[in-house]
């Protein structure tokens, strides 16, 4: 028996929550073989839990790059990219790889933070990101970073930021909106360049979240390199991801995080998708 191949380039989170940590979990949750290239060191300071983020060096990131594509991806998935020359160096992976699908999740700042890691990535990922990708999965902040406009705060805003991202190359998009947006559901906008998708679950009053986004776009990677197409992939992976965070728990007194091994241990959540005007 073969495993299809995962590979995430993206930062580590040393509380294990996010970055490659959940990505790796959320991999072998899909069964699928995951393996990384470390773009970032992110640790936290224990009192208050402020995030320091030290980017690896670009000829190890080099290295390592050249090490997984030996590896034959099946799907390439990114998260947290410190800098214009890694973001380039990510996509010149992609299209140098014989990987199906590439998976950008469009990481701008740490959870609790809300500066841009780097201004020049936003650029970056529009030139270089985007219009290579066959998923995107901006949360409502990067949405409106990638599309130009404010951030959107309701339906109608979500889809016509998924209809710019999608403007400039990607293949689909699926805006995350989450709890940020008011109402008993979480909502995501999925977008194909026709038909706009609004993917529905029940919204949980729970601050256990850490590591959502990662593990997302993550179960996306795998459910594509499972042979799912885009929109099973990302209604899966929002069902996958909403048990995580139901399920999920206080890891101290800082943070709380989802719990990757809940779908396929706890309970299947429901995700309905209904196409809208």
């Known amino acids: 028996m073969t495993l299809a191949k995962t590979l995430t380039i993206a930062g580590t989170d040393v509380s294990g929550g996010a970055g490659i940590a959940a990505d790796l979990k959320a991999f072998q949750e899909h069964e699928t073989y995951g393996f990384s290239v470390l773009t970032t060191v992110v640790s936290m300071e224990p009192s208050t839990w402020s995030h320091r983020v030290s980017p690896i060096p670009i000829e190890d990131v080099k290295n390592q790059l050249e090490t997984a594509l030996s590896l034959n991806p099946d799907v390439i998935k990114t998260g947290m990219l410190p800098s214009e020359e890694v973001v380039e160096l990510s996509k010149e992976a992609f299209l140098n790889s014989n990987a199906k699908h590439f998976v950008v999740d469009p990481v701008m700042v740490c959870k609790g933070d809300d500066e841009v890691l780097n201004p020049g990535l936003v650029e970056s990922m529009i030139e270089n990101l985007i219009p290579n990708a066959t998923v995107v999965t901006p949360n409502l902040v990067e949405a409106g970073h990638l599309a130009g406009v404010k951030t959107p705060r309701t339906l109608d805003e979500i889809k016509e930021a998924a209809k710019a991202i999608h403007a ?92 990757h091994g809940a779908y396929n241990s706890v309970e299947k959540i429901e995700v309905t998708n209904k196409v809208l005007n």
């Not at 293949?171 to 999925?190: H, L, P, Q």
């Not at 919204?203 to 179960?219: E, I, L, V």
């Not at 992976?237 to 943070?255: C, D, L, P, R």
């Open 168 to 259: 400039k190359g990607a293949n689909y998009v699926v805006v995350k909106g989450g709890t940020g947006i008011e109402g008993d559901s979480a909502i995501d906008v999925f977008y194909d360049g026709t038909e706009l998708h609004l993917l529905e679950s029940k919204k949980f009053d729970t601050a256990f979240n850490h590591g959502a986004g990662c593990t997302f776009a993550a179960s996306i990677a795998a459910n594509l390199a499972n042979g799912k197409e885009p929109l099973e992939a990302v209604q899966l992976a929002k069902a996958f991801v909403t048990s995580a965070i139901k399920n999920g728990w206080q890891m101290n007194e800082h943070v709380g995080v989802v719990r």
